[in-house]
């Protein structure tokens, strides 16, 4: 097919990829919007990609290039990259999560009562809450903004996301010219927010959080401060990497648990034996996989059948063998995480919901929600902390009644979200059997 059909279908088309893997094979070429593109699947094909680092590099389409911009963690390879991941990276060590934990707790606190403050007789959209949430603890407990940058910055990225993964021609209108413009009026607010960090820096008074004042300190490869406009890109790649990922992995979380009653009361009977909120000291390890092994098992099925990113991209600087298929130098590779998570001998089983298969420590299930390599994503870390604290901090104290009659189909751009907003009334829970759900197939969706 030519490219522009393929590049549609690729940006439309949720069984894009695993229909053409059926047709073709763990391997096959084709071509989107012109660059030759080689899309593959499954453990010994990415295995082999990542023992062959040195001869592949980072590579985005040319929309996220753009909108995420030149200086951009994301758009830079080798050393020059190496360098500023150390740097960036020391926003999500552990020192850095024991930070900001108890914020993160506040904040779940304070949706669980604005979800029970909801007038009653209305259902509420948990989809834009849970999106407000996460941009919260990115932006306020992260980044150390206030709440007046907080919320003009959350329009404009709200904007910016939708573009990210589109057609990149600014016609007048279209989402990626809306995106341009909401770019630049993100990158002017974020050189204003620096600004007034680094004016409070020198006046010898303190940040809000830490973050800020990290990346504004910064050193770059060679040893010199970075740039303003260098830290405002790094900044927007953090709010994006913080924020659409997360608030995609709540909601497909919660959207599943609520369609699967069964699994919901197995995990909620685990939840009760568990303290909230956790001690300030303990959070980071709270509900980890040893103390909560039920939700590790819950939060790694949803996210194996709906990888908040449904693939990532490399280049190939030259051939390159993956399971056995030459590869070409010069050819983008993308990795198709969603139909590798669903890949393997028994098809049915692993279309299914089925978190126990988790607790057996079953080998032939491939998981790689995050990425790989060295370019694994840098705020793993934080988000699986962010969704088990919601995750027990939520179901702990509220019941959430699925609406019935709405679309729950998952929009895959830029990350799945159900089409409706996910409607649900919620009220104060009592007991582990005062749990309300709404049988139906679990959640489904890939990003090519």
Known sequence: ????????????????????????????????????????????????????GEAVQGW???????????????????????????????????????????????????????????????????????????FGVIASTVLGLDGADRDALFEDFEICCQGLFSLPFALPGSPFARARQARKRLLRRLGSVLNKAQAAAAAGAPLAAGG??????????????????????????????????????LSCLLLTLLQHPAELAWLVEELDGLPWPPAAAEAVNAYDALRAPRLDAVVKEVMRLTPPVGGFFRRTREPIALAGVLVPADRVVQVSISASQRHGADPED???????????????????????????CLGKALAELEIRLLAVGLLKQLSLGLEPDQ??????????SPKDGLLVRPRRRATAADLVGSGGAGCDGQLG
């Open 350 to 376: 692993l279309a299914a919901f089925r978190p126990q298969r988790h607790l057996g420590g079953d080998e032939t299930v491939f998981l790689l929600p995050y990425g790989g390599g060295e370019r694994v």
């Open 212 to 249: 800020l004042d990290l990346l504004a300190g910064g050193l770059d490869e060679a040893g010199l401060p970075l740039a303003d406009d260098d830290v405002a890109e790094q900044l927007l790649l953090l709010l994006f990497a913080g924020y659409e990922t997360t608030a995609s992995s």
């Open 60 to 134: 985005w389409p040319e929309s996220v290039r753009q909108l995420l911009g030149p200086l951009s963690l994301a758009n830079r390879n080798g050393a020059d990259h190496k360098a500023r991941r150390r740097v960036v990276g020391q926003l999500f060590a552990s020192a850095a999560l024991r930070r900001y934990s108890p914020a993160i707790v506040e904040q779940i606190e304070a949706l669980n009562q604005e979800l029970l403050a909801a007038p009653a007789p209305t259902p509420v959209a948990l989809v834009p809450r849970l999106r407000r949430f996460a």
């Open 1 to 52: 097919m030519s490219g522009v059909f393929e590049t549609l279908a690729f940006l439309r088309d949720p069984d894009f990829a695993r229909s053409r893997f059926e047709r073709y094979g763990d391997v096959y070429e084709t071509s989107l919007l012109g660059q030759r593109t080689v899309f593959i699947r499954g453990g010994q094909a990415i295995g082999d990609l990542f023992a062959q």
């Open 407 to 416: 679309d729950l189909t998952l929009m895959v751009i830029p990350s799945p």
